[in-house]
């Protein structure tokens, strides 16, 4: 019988019925007043779920898409940058940075550890001449499921005055409090297939009011993620080239479930659900990567020393239909990565542990006492 596809991975993420089904219907003129009403209702939810009183503005991109725009728009050729790496997503901004030919200074960190907010300090606090004009973090690192301390980063950033602070907030957003106005973050960037429930396909960025003064002096190309012309058209509830119309519909509904379950119980919710994992990983004497101090709410990544990790992976979705995701780069057969992000409930991750276990066992691990990370899990989904 053809069996459930279960996506269990940082993005795509699932999709509810009533996005899917908002989805299926015919798309209409982006120019229209109907179409203007739908983007009037989602700018204001947009607001709403960043926690800023600024523009969300929206790009038809891929997370990275949005990344790049917040690179283009803010900064000049040459300009110094300070820049955190300690996975694949800190890497991409590097790699961005370069090609736009900014110079740049990396916090490095080995991929499974935090970023030291200290080392940002001693950067910061010894650039007397402020030539550093942005300090770049990735919030959640979904390579190694590590969520840096991005407000003690940010907290360095603001003492030393000059520098803009951009994030990755790609699978952060809508996962773990990121409270955009209060911490005056200037440039937050994320994407659509990762917490805002809808299928690929938009890149969200928020502008604070510095970064629109920085954005007046910024000299590097930009026409088609040139956020000037997203910010004019927004303001009159339309866009400067056409949207992904049918996805906007989308996003319409997913904003209102958002809104519906309420900000603190999303976050809440994404907790759990990690702590729920994190407990199951460690009691089928799997290795977490991440630290429970610097762990991800939206992602956990596994290692084993008994099992191979590909053969897992390999079982899971042969046998269950439920999709992990492998490592990235050097982490390829070294770890598999659970995405609980988005439009993931409870069952999905009690489904997920009780096929892991399964799947050790008939991968020939005696060790397991079957039934027990699932009631260790509970304890966190009362
Ligand atoms: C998914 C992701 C991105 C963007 O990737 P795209 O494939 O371009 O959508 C960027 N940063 C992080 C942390 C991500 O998880």
Redesign the pocket.
Known sequence: MQNKNMLMI??PTPVPESVLLAMAQHPIGHRGQDFNQIISEISQNLKWLHQTKEDVLMLT???????EAAIINFLSSGDSVLIGNNGK?GE?WVNVARAFGLKVDEIRAEWGEPLDPEMFKDKLMNDKSKKIKAVIV??????TGVLNDLETINKYTKEHGEALIIV?A??SLGTVNLPIDKWELDVV?S?A??GYMIP?GL?FVSVSQKAWKAYQNSNLPKFYLDLGAYKKAINNNSFPFTPPVNLIYGLQIALRIMKAEGLAQMFTRHQKLAQATRIAIKTLGLNLLATDESASYAITAVSSSKIDITNICYVMKEKFNIILAAGQDHMKGKIFRIGHLGFICERDILTTITCLETTLQLLGDTSIVSGKAVSEALKFLP
């Open positions: 940082p993005g991109a891929s997370g990275t898409g949005a990344m997503f991409r990735t919030h959640s690192e979904t390579s990755d790609v699978t960037a994407g297939q990762k690929p890149g």
